[in-house]
Nanobody, 125 residues
Framework: QVDVVESGGGSVQAGGSLTLSCAAS????????MAWARRVAGKELEGVAA???????TYADSLKGRFTISQDNAKNPLYLRINNLQPEDTAMYYC???????????????????WGRGILVTVSS
């Protein structure tokens, strides 16, 4: 069992930036495929970005440019930086982890076994 916990959400004005963090409980997290997904109200869960154990990031084609996924060896191993936030970015953001190869933002999300509870990001205009 791997516990995944997101943090860093909140409310922000349009045009602002936010960094989400994700911590995985396992000591093996650096071997995982780590990913961020989001669910906008009334829409399906969509993949945002993923990063593999070689720190190679991938992004959903529709979201490239404003999102940056990264990870380090500190306490919170995974980040998602979102720049120039827009009201349409308002969503629950989820962190996911699993041993997947290849690791890509385009992977079907049901392939990820470990999920956080999500964190809300609200963007006001």
């Amino acid at each position: 069992q791997v516990d995944v916990v997101e943090s860093g959400g909140g409310s922000v004005q349009a045009g602002g930036s936010l960094t989400l963090s994700c911590a995985a409980s396992s000591a093996w997290y650096r071997t995982y495929c780590m990913a961020w997904a989001r669910r906008v109200a009334g829409k399906e869960l969509e993949g945002v970005a993923a990063i593999d154990n070689r720190d190679t990031p991938t992004y959903a084609d529709s979201l490239k440019g404003r999102f940056t996924i990264s990870q380090d060896n500190a306490k919170n191993p995974l980040y998602l930086r979102i720049n120039n936030l827009q009201p349409e970015d308002t969503a629950m953001y989820y962190c996911a982890a699993d041993w997947l190869n290849p690791c890509s933002a385009g992977l079907p999300l049901d392939q990820f076994q470990y999920w956080g509870r999500g964190i809300l990001v609200t963007v006001s205009s």
